[in-house]
Structures are given as C-alpha cells and as structure tokens.
C-alpha cells in the first residue's frame, strides 16, 4: 500500500525564480539596441494595481505555508511513525492526522490569509485555488480512511483526489502574476517590450520545445519586478537576469541579457577584451539557463551546468560562427568557479552526473 500513497501534496509553485548567475557583471557593454531610448509601456492597464500585488503577496505566503506543511506530511509519511500508522498504531494514525490537518484546512486558511481577489482578472486563480482546496480536503479524508481501514483502493482514490488538487493549484499559479502573462508583439525592437522569436528560437532548441522569450524594456522590467518580487516572495527580484515562467511557457530576460543577445545573434566578430566578450557569453548562459529551467529543470546548478553544456549550440542558434559560439563556452566555462555555489556542483564536469554527453570527453 505504500507504493500508492502520495507523496505529491506540495504545491508545485514559484517555479521561475532564478538569475543566472545574478551576481554576474552587467551586460551593458554592447549591444545593438542603445540604451537611452525611452521605453514606451505596452498597456498601463496590464500591469497589477497596488491592491493586486498586495493580494498576490498573501498568495505567496499561503503558497509558502501550505508546501511547507506538505512537506512535513512528506517527511512522516517517509519515517517509521507512517509505518506503524499503517500498522494500525492509534497514536501514530492520530499524528498522522495532525500533521495532515493544515493540507486538510486549506480552504479555512485561504480565506483568512488571501481573501477574495480584488478584481475580476485575479478570479480565475481564486476559482481554482478554492477548487484546489476541496479536493485536498477530499483527498485528506479519504487518506486517512484509507489507512485506518488498510484499503488499499481508498488508497487510490486519495491519491487521484491529491493530484487533481495539486494540478488545479499548479493552473492557479500558472495564471500569476498579469503583467507577465500580458500580450506583448513580437519583433527586434530594442527599444520595446517584445517577444523575440530569434531568441525564442534559441531557447527552444535548448528546451526541447517551444519557448517563447520575452525581453522587456527597462521600464517595463522594474513593473515586472514588482509584481513578481511580491508572488515569489523576493526570490525573483532586481538583481535577476531571467526568470521562466510557472509551467515553463516563456522566459523572461532582463534588457541587459537582451541587448547581449542582440549582439551576439547580430553576427559581429565578438569583442576581443576578455570583459565585453563574458558579458556576452553571459547572456546567452542566461538564455540556455532559463531554457533548461522551462524544460523543467528546477535545480538551480543543474539548470546552469546544462545551461553551459548548451551555450555553445544556443550561440550558434542566435546567429553566432563555430569559432565565436565555442569561445563564447569557453569564456563562460573558465569562471565557473566564481558563481556562487548555488550554481555550482561538482558532478558539472566531464564524466560527473550533470555531464550531459558522457560519450564525448570534452566538456562542456
Ligand atoms: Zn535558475
């Protein structure tokens, strides 16, 4: 029976939320597109209202809660207390039952943290978080039904029960926060917010599937900021140079990671100065980072070490010459050792886990 109970009750969200390297130099150094333009704002209206972000804030702490209290059930259910529950030990069932409680009370706990959303547009999300919540308490009781009365079949059930429960949060999240999701056009333009299809093209390659990359103006991107500063709880914040989204659809690149691209995929011979040339091989790090991210790769070193293993082709991709887009690897590769070690692992090498080919014995 073990093998069917759930060990999904985390709410899969804040996805996105990553620099690639964001420590990193500025990429300010090049590019095609200028920087002093002024940013035109694509629709005022898309970006969240104040009451927005706040509501989107008490989201964020209700999503923190809730997967910290899923994973406490991870953790019983993978002790010896679970065994002896399913044993039929009474006091282990009913520690059971306590730590199940607050996935039990989801619903209670939304409606006293987040509370309604403030506009229409924030309804869809609310709709599927109060779904979500039903079937994690349907699923919750049939759990516990299902030890207590060793059956193997409510068992199941519970299971589906709490995926469906999971899914509907993960849709919840996936529509959070608007400004990211708003239209933008697509195109070159440096100047604008847009939807790249050079580097979306890139970034596809890297993810094994379509991926839409969007680059903001400057402007646009400190909105953006706010936004997602409040529904990851800061851990996408100024300081980042990309971010996926939730459910991995888009990537999101800051204007200095534009610009860097830009110049790389507008096929000039690369800076010969060791600076200009990292900031461009940064960009495109950052690109095949976030890539590898949206292909579902959570895991921030290993989405950099595939990141690296992928800078080179994705170079390629954007436009670059074998001799620019290898240098451009090697450039990035030779200062691996400086990211801060989140970033890092030391499986990313030739023949270690993270090693993408271990046929070849070049790396990356
Ligand atoms: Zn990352």
Not at 156 to 168: P, Q, Y
Not at 348 to 363: A, E, P, V, Y
Request: charged share 25%; hydrophobic share 40%.
């Amino acid at each position: 029976m073990r093998g069917t109970l759930p060990t999904v009750l985390c709410l899969a969200l804040l996805a996105g939320g990553c620099g690639g390297g964001s420590d990193g130099p500025p990429v300010d150094q090049s590019g095609a597109a200028g920087g002093h333009a002024v940013a035109v704002r694509v629709r005022a209206q898309a970006w969240a209202t104040k009451a927005e972000v706040a509501w989107l804030g008490r989201v964020a702490a209700w999503n923190a809660a809730f997967a910290e209290a899923g994973g406490a059930v991870g953790r019983f259910e993978s002790g010896p207390r679970f065994d002896s529950a399913l044993r039929g030990d009474a006091s282990s069932l009913a520690a059971y039952a306590t730590v199940l409680a607050p996935i039990r009370r989801c619903a209670a706990t939304y409606r006293a943290r987040v509370g309604t959303a403030p506009t229409a547009r924030l309804r869809e999300a609310e709709e599927r978080y109060r779904s979500s919540c039903a079937s994690y308490r349907a699923g919750v009781e049939l759990m516990l039904r299902a030890v207590r009365e060793q059956d193997d079949g409510l068992a199941e059930r519970a299971r589906e029960e709490i995926e469906d429960a999971g899914k509907a949060a993960s849709v919840a999240a996936g529509t959070l926060p608007p400004g990211e999701k708003q239209p933008l056009p697509r195109g070159r333009d440096g100047r604008l917010s847009r939807i790249d299809p050079r580097f979306g093209g890139a970034a596809a390659r890297v993810a094994g599937k379509p991926v839409e990359a969007r680059c903001w103006s400057a402007g646009d991107w400190r909105r953006l900021m706010v936004e997602e500063r409040a529904y990851t709880r800061g851990k996408v914040n100024a300081t980042v140079l990309g971010f996926a989204s939730a459910g991995g659809e888009r990537i999101n690149l800051a204007p200095g990671i534009c610009r860097g691209l830009a110049r790389v995929a507008s096929g000039r011979t690369l800076p010969d100065a060791a600076q200009p040339a990292f900031a461009l091989a940064l960009a495109v790090a950052t690109l095949a980072h976030e890539s590898t991210h949206a292909a579902g790769v959570a895991d921030e070193a290993e989405a950099e070490c595939s990141g690296i293993q992928w800078l080179a082709r994705a170079a390629r991709a954007l436009g670059a010459d074998d001799a620019d887009a290898e240098r451009l690897g090697r450039v990035y590769w030779a200062r691996y050792d400086q990211l801060p070690a989140v970033y890092r692992s030391p499986e990313c090498r030739d023949g270690g886990d993270l090693d993408l080919d271990l046929d070849s014995s070049g790396f990356p």
